[in-house]
C-alpha cells in the first residue's frame, strides 16, 4: 500500500487547501529541521504539527508555563515582604525599632537628585576617551556666516587714484597707461554695453547682492551683454592716450540703486 501522508485527504488523496494549512499553523517553518517524514517537493509551505504540544490554541505550553511558575515566587516573595514589615510595627523591641525608622525615614524623606545628577556625571557623562575625536576640550562656538564669499579685485591693475567720490559724488577717475587692460572687479552678468562714442563705450555689470558696477571710458571691450565673467576677466581697454598723458577709466558702484564710494568696497592701489 502507498505511504499516505497526514495532510492529505483519507479518501480523496488530495492535499489541503492551502489557506486552511496557513491558518492552522502561522508559523510554517519552525519544525523544518526536526521533519524526517514524508516529503513533498511540490510544497513550500510546511503543513501544521498536530501534537499537542505545539497546538497553536494549547495556551502556550511551556512559555505558559514559566511565567505562571515566576509569577508565583515573586508573589510569594512581596507577601513575605509584607508580612516581615507588618511583624516590625506590630511589635516594638531594640531590632524592630530601628527597622521601622528605616522604613519611615525610606517613605517620608526626599530623595537628594542633586547628588544623584552629580554621581552620573560624573560617572557616565562625557566621551568616551578612546575615540580620538571625542576628547574633553570642545572649541568654542563660533558662528557661520551665510553671505557668499567671491574675490574681488581692482578693475585697472596699477591704476592711480586722481579723482575721488567726494568730487564726482557718483564714482571715481583712475588713471593708467594707454590702452591698459580692464577686468570685471567682481563675478557677474554683463547688463549693459554702450556703443563707442568720443568718450568711450561704458560696460555695466550686475553682480549678487543688489550690487552694480560701472566701467566708463573704455576703448575697446570684450564682453557682449549677458555675458558671464568672473573676478579679473578682462572686458576690455582703456582708451588709447595722446602723448605721455595717461587714460583715465571712469569707475563707478552701486548698491541698492545708490552710488557708494567704491574705494570702501574694491582694492584700489
Known sequence: MPYKHEYFDEDEAEELDPEVVWKTNPNPWANWKEDKGYVDNRRFVKGPVLSNENDPGSGGGKNNYTFGKELKWKLAVALLLFGAVWAMFRYDTEYTLKGQALVKQAL????????????????????PSFIP????????????????????????????????????????????????????????????????????????????????????????????????????????????????????????????????????VIPID
Do not use: C
Open 108 to 127: 517620608t524623606d526626599e530623595i537628594d537628585f542633586a547628588a544623584a545628577a552629580a554621581w552620573y556625571k560624573e560617572t557616565f557623562a562625557g566621551a
Open 133 to 264: 575625536i571625542f576628547q574633553d576640550n570642545p572649541e568654542p562656538a563660533v558662528g557661520a556666516d551665510g553671505t557668499v564669499k567671491l574675490p574681488i579685485v581692482t578693475p585697472l591693475e596699477g591704476g592711480s587714484l586722481v579723482r575721488t567720490f567726494a568730487e564726482m559724488l557718483n564714482g571715481i577717475e583712475l588713471a593708467g597707461s594707454s590702452e591698459a587692460e580692464v577686468v570685471a572687479a567682481e563675478t557677474g552678468r554683463v547688463l549693459l554695453l554702450s556703443d563707442q562714442s568720443t568718450q568711450g563705450s561704458t560696460i555695466v555689470i550686475q553682480h549678487v547682492n543688489q550690487r552694480v558696477t560701472v566701467y566708463g571710458m573704455l576703448g575697446k571691450t570684450n564682453v557682449k551683454v549677458n555675458d558671464w565673467v568672473e573676478a579679473g576677466d578682462s572686458i576690455g581697454n582703456l582708451l588709447k592716450a595722446e602723448g605721455t598723458q595717461p587714460s583715465l577709466l571712469y569707475f563707478a558702484v552701486k548698491q541698492n540703486d545708490l552710488y557708494i564710494d567704491p574705494v570702501g
